[in-house]
C-alpha cells in the first residue's frame, strides 16, 4: 500500500522569508513523487517532479524539492516567498500497481503569505 | 498548455436527482480521469479511462458512473444525487499511463441539497 503525509494543515509565512512544505511517503515500489500546486478556483498545476537521479529537483517560480530515500521524504522548498505564492499545495505519489500507474495524493497544506 | 474545460463550473442539485458533469479534452490524450476533492482533503479517484467507450473504477466508485464517448470527451453520472456527494470534482488527463503530467481543469463545485 502507498500513501501520502502532508503533516501541516495550514503554513503561514511573512513575504520574502523562506518556506518548506513537508511531504512524507510510503512505497512499495519505485517511487516517483510530484508537487501540484492549487490556485484560488482553479485546477491543480504541476511545480515539479523527482523520477531519479540528483536528489534535489528544481521546479517553476523557484520552487524546489529534494528526495530522501531514507527518511521517506519529498519536502519543497522556496528560498523567498511571494504574495502570490499563497495557494494548497499538494504533494503526489504515483507508484505501479496492477499494471497501471496509482497516484496518491496528500491531503495539501494550505500556504498563506502576509505581507 | 493542455487544455481541459469542464462544466458546468457550480452547480446545484437535489437530493435524488440526476447530475451530469462534462469534462472536455483538446491534447489528445488518451487517459482521463475523474477525482473529488473534499475540504481538507486530497483528491481521490472516481473513475478514469484510457480509450474511448470504456471506462475503469477508481478508489471510490460507488453512486457514480462514467461515459468516455469520444477521445477528447469524458463525464461523471450521478444517477441519484446525495448529500455525501457535495465536493468539487476534478477531470484530469495525460497522455500514456506512465508518469507523464496530469493536467486538470479548474473544477465543478457541486452542492447537493
Known amino acids: 500500500a502507498q500513501s501520502v503525509t502532508q503533516p501541516d494543515a495550514r503554513v503561514t509565512v511573512s513575504e520574502g522569508a523562506s518556506l518548506q512544505l513537508r511531504c512524507k511517503y510510503s512505497s512499495s515500489g519505485t517511487p516517483y513523487l510530484f508537487w501540484y500546486v492549487q490556485y484560488p478556483r482553479q485546477g491543480l498545476q504541476l511545480l515539479l517532479k523527482?523520477?531519479?537521479?540528483?536528489?534535489v529537483v528544481q521546479g517553476v517560480n523557484g520552487f524546489e524539492a529534494e528526495f530522501s530515500k531514507s527518511n521517506s521524504s519529498f519536502h519543497l522548498r522556496k528560498a523567498s516567498v511571494h504574495w502570490s505564492d499563497s495557494a494548497v499545495y499538494f504533494c503526489?505519489?504515483?507508484?505501479?500497481?496492477?499494471?497501471?500507474?496509482?497516484?496518491?495524493f496528500g491531503q495539501g497544506t494550505v500556504l498563506s503569505v502576509i505581507p | 498548455e493542455a487544455a481541459v474545460t469542464q462544466s458546468p463550473r457550480s452547480k446545484v442539485a437535489v437530493t435524488g436527482g440526476k447530475v451530469t458533469l462534462s469534462c472536455h479534452q483538446t491534447?489528445?490524450?488518451?487517459?482521463m480521469y475523474w477525482y473529488r476533492q473534499d475540504t481538507g482533503h486530497g483528491l481521490r479517484l472516481i473513475h478514469y479511462?484510457?480509450?474511448?467507450?470504456s471506462t475503469e473504477k477508481g478508489d471510490i466508485p460507488d453512486g457514480y458512473k462514467a461515459s468516455r464517448p469520444s477521445q477528447e470527451n469524458f463525464s461523471l453520472i450521478l444517477e441519484l444525487a446525495s448529500l455525501s456527494q457535495t465536493a468539487v470534482y476534478f477531470c484530469a488527463s495525460k497522455w500514456g499511463g506512465g508518469q507523464n503530467t496530469l493536467y486538470f481543469g479548474a473544477g465543478t463545485r457541486l452542492s447537493v441539497l
Open positions: 479511462s484510457y480509450v474511448a467507450d
Open positions: 523527482y523520477y531519479s537521479g540528483d536528489p
Open positions: 491534447n489528445n490524450h488518451d487517459y
Open positions: 503526489v505519489l504515483s507508484a505501479p500497481t496492477g499494471g497501471n500507474n496509482k497516484l496518491t
